[in-house]
């Protein structure tokens, strides 16, 4: 099949200067702007200029600038969030004050003075449950103190003990042979103590 030649009055399908758009993708509109895009060469190789003109566009497309609005958004919505959140928080936890009655100034001044009494008893009550507290406190501080200290000496002693036992029981005589008399001494102890029990 061949196609039909272009009409000279610009209203076929191949576009001519675009005064009506083409059916398809190959639209007059596209091809104008394409040539205005390129420089008025008609289809020529680009001019440097019309080069450095189409590259420095700004098209308002910038990637990165996107993002770091996205994130000031989000973060002005969460600030807002928390501030909104404190807010109802510190009404909920300040309850509204204690109306005072003032239409007998004595009703008020009477009130503050029974506050007053009450705090005077309540102190020396407190007072002295602290004392007797820490008087506790210490007397089991030092009890702690006398426990510890009594096993520490009956592990010295025995530590000792063991020691001196121990230096009899390795004694040698010149010729290297053990010394018996400690370890038969040693021996009757045990024997003595485990028929005593």
């Not at 009506?20 to 008609?42: A, C, D, M, P, Y």
């Not at 959140?85 to 005072?100: A, D, G, L, R």
Request: proline share 6%; aromatic share 6%.
């Amino acid at each position: 099949m061949k196609r039909p030649p272009p009409r000279e009055d610009g209203a076929g399908s191949g576009g001519g200067d675009g005064a009506k758009k083409g059916k398809g993708r190959w639209g007059g509109g596209g091809r104008r702007r394409n040539e205005q895009r390129l420089g008025s060469g008609g289809g020529g190789a680009l001019s440097l200029a019309a080069f450095a003109n189409a590259k420095s566009r700004n098209t308002g497309y910038n990637p990165a600038l996107i993002k770091k609005q996205k994130e000031f958004f989000k973060n002005a919505k969460l600030i807002s969030k928390y501030k909104r959140s404190k807010k109802q928080q510190n009404q909920s936890s300040n309850p509204p004050p204690f109306p005072i009655p003032k239409e007998g100034g004595d009703d008020a001044n009477n009130a503050s003075k029974l506050h007053s009494k009450k705090k005077k008893r309540v102190a020396p009550s407190l007072n002295e449950e602290y004392e007797k507290k820490r008087a506790e406190d210490e007397k089991a501080k030092k009890e702690r103190e006398a426990i510890i200290q009594a096993k520490r000496e009956e592990r010295e002693r025995s530590e000792a003990r063991r020691r001196d036992l121990r230096e009899k029981m390795f004694k040698k005589t010149k010729s290297g042979q053990p010394v018996m008399k400690y370890r038969i001494q040693h021996l009757l102890e045990t024997a003595l103590e485990s028929s005593n029990k």
